[in-house]
Each structure stands twice: as C-alpha cells, then as structure tokens.
C-alpha cells in the first residue's frame, strides 16, 4: 500500500472543491467513499485505488487503514477535525488546512473513478450511502468482521450503465 498516495486519495475526498466535502459528510460516509472507489476501481481495472482491505462491520464495509490515514493527515498538519452534534450522534467534520498539492500518484482512470463516485454520493446522507453498501453483493456476502474479498464485486449486475454501454477509460486529465 502507497501511503502517500493514500492520502492524496483522501486530500482528494476533503476538498471542498470536490464536491464530497459539504454537511453530509462525516467519517462513516468517508470511509464509503473509500469503498465505492475502491470496489467500483477493481470491477473496472482489477486493482483498488488505495491498496487497502475493507472489513464488514455494522456500518458498512470499513477500510483497515482509514483511521490511521487520517491520523497521517492531523500528524503532518494537514487536517483538522471538528465534533459536531447531529440529531442523535455527533459527526467529524474535515477541514484541510490547505488546498492539496496537484495529483501526482494518481493515474487519469483513478482520478476518474474518484470524480465518479463523488458525483454519485456526493450529496447523499450517511444514512443514503450506508444503505447503499449494504445492498452491495461484497458487503453482503462477507461475514461480519471478515475482510471483503474485492472478487465479490464481480457479483454487481451492472455498475457502469445500460448493458450494452461500456466503461469509458480515461487515458488523458484535461
């Protein structure tokens, strides 16, 4: 697993200009973004953006290293972390204490599969995307606590549109 690229990948995931930062987005609907990114990357490419495994838990799928990636990000003075009380739970809210430096670890499809995911569930509640990954075949079909082969995503129908559309690779960042 690339550390640094890890981190671009959340960089990425907590800028604002993204769109995925805004009031719905907390740690649990983060550690989702990870996952559709993830997950929907290796049913494309065969391979994940981060390099991390993800384990099912009540919430959904979790990666292993989310929380330390994290850490990473608070260590280097990165990122800051607010609680704020919502309803009947209190989130973290993300801020950079800067604008990220460029992509540079990231390849155009992984970018691409990271704007996609952040349009999709951008603005969706983490109650919405919580939902959601558990009515993904991986997360179903692992035991809880168990990791989440990748493998399992080839269980999906159909992720990328109609069946006769295919995923568009992305070979240049305009």
């Not at 049913?43 to 290293?65: E, N, Q």
């Not at 330390?68 to 607010?82: A, F």
């Not at 999709?120 to 939902?131: A, C």
Request: charged content about 25%.
């Amino acid at each position: 697993m690339d550390t640094e690229k890890y981190l671009e990948v959340l960089q990425y995931l907590l800028d604002e200009r993204t769109g995925a930062n805004n009031c719905h987005l907390g740690k649990v609907k983060l550690m989702k973004l990870l996952y559709f990114a993830d997950f929907d990357h290796y049913f494309r490419y065969g391979v994940s953006i981060t390099g991390d495994t993800y384990v099912k838990l009540a919430y959904g799928p979790v990666p292993r290293h989310g929380q330390p990636m994290l850490d990473e990000l608070k260590k280097r003075s990165l990122l800051e972390v607010e609680q704020q009380p919502v309803y009947d739970y209190t989130r973290n809210a993300y801020h950079l204490r800067r604008a990220p430096e460029p992509l540079s670890r990231l390849n155009p499809n992984e970018v691409s599969t990271l704007a996609e995911v952040v349009a999709k569930w951008g603005n969706h509640t983490r109650d919405e995307i919580v939902t959601a990954s558990h009515g993904d075949p991986p997360w179903i079909m692992a035991e809880y606590g168990d990791t989440i082969p990748y493998e399992l995503v080839f269980y999906r129908e159909n992720i990328t549109g109609p069946e006769d559309e295919e995923p568009q690779i992305v070979t240049e960042v305009a």
